[in-house]
């Protein structure tokens, strides 16, 4: 018998005692239970893909797998068609992108022309719900001071420049002012992130 020891697939397709398996298929561990009857031993290493599960269950994700991942703002204009790529990518749809993909992900900035340049959202931009790097010192011109600026004035009651809700997110080199609830604000469970080089509440280019 394979060796069961904190182990709990079964016959039932994990949720049994191990149960019986081939010699040569040794169990996989309970959080896998995708693949079937009597697996329950961690994957090995060539198992592993860029698919946002844990697959040896050590509690991370596609550990060394998923090649870093940047998505460039590159239109200064709200837009939203869903997509962001070199010919047309605004900061709500990098946002937007950036929590679907898997991997190490950053949001960098390659805006057309000398700053200050402003983004003026119509309404609440996607939370950032995953560890990423959200990095407006990317943007060419960036001297010790924010030229990429969000200014909510337009973004309706109630609204956040951004919000955090996941940790170790890093916001750096953003100026956030005009909204009607926080400029950045950090939620419960956001451990470990942080804010760098921002103006909040103060448009340095005024």
Same mark, same amino acid.
């Given at each position: 018998? @394979?060796?069961? &020891? ?13 149960? =019986?398996?081939?010699?040569?298929? @040794?169990?996989?561990? #309970? ?11 961690? &994957? ?10 844990? =697959?040896?269950?050590? $509690?991370?994700?596609? =550990?060394? !797998?998923? &090649?870093?991942?940047?998505? !460039? !703002? ?8 869903? %997509? ?18 898997? +991997?190490?992900?950053? !949001? ?22 995953? %560890?990423?790097?959200?990095?407006? %010192?990317?943007? &060419?011109?960036?001297?010790? #001071? @924010? /030229? ?7 973004? +309706?009651?109630?609204?956040? +420049? ?20 926080? $400029? /950045?604000?950090? =939620? @419960? ?5 942080? /804010? ?9 280019? %005024?």
């Amino acid at each position: 018998l @394979p060796d069961c &020891a904190e182990k709990e697939c079964g016959d039932d397709g994990c949720g049994g005692s191990c149960g =019986e398996c081939p010699a040569d298929d @040794p169990c996989r561990s #309970a959080c896998d239970t995708s693949l079937g009857v009597g697996l329950c031993a961690p &994957a090995l290493a060539e198992e592993f893909a860029c698919d946002g599960v844990d =697959e040896d269950c050590d $509690g991370e994700t596609d =550990e060394g !797998v998923c &090649a870093p991942v940047v998505f !460039v !703002v590159n239109a200064a204009a709200d837009d939203d068609d869903g %997509t962001c790529d070199a010919a047309h990518c605004s900061l709500r749809e990098a946002l937007s992108a950036a929590q679907a993909a898997f +991997g190490t992900v950053s !949001v960098g900035f390659a805006l057309e022309g000398p700053g200050p340049h402003v983004l003026t959202p119509s309404s609440a931009l996607p939370a950032l719900t995953r %560890t990423l790097v959200l990095d407006a %010192t990317t943007q &060419a011109g960036y001297v010790d #001071a @924010p /030229i990429v600026e969000l200014d909510g004035s337009g973004a +309706g009651e109630s609204v956040s +420049g951004l919000t955090v809700s996941a940790g170790d997110v890093l916001v750096r080199g953003l100026a956030v002012y005009g909204f009607t609830s926080h $400029g /950045i604000s950090i =939620e @419960p469970g956001a451990d470990r992130s942080r /804010i760098e080089r921002c103006f909040v509440g103060l448009s340095p280019s %005024t």
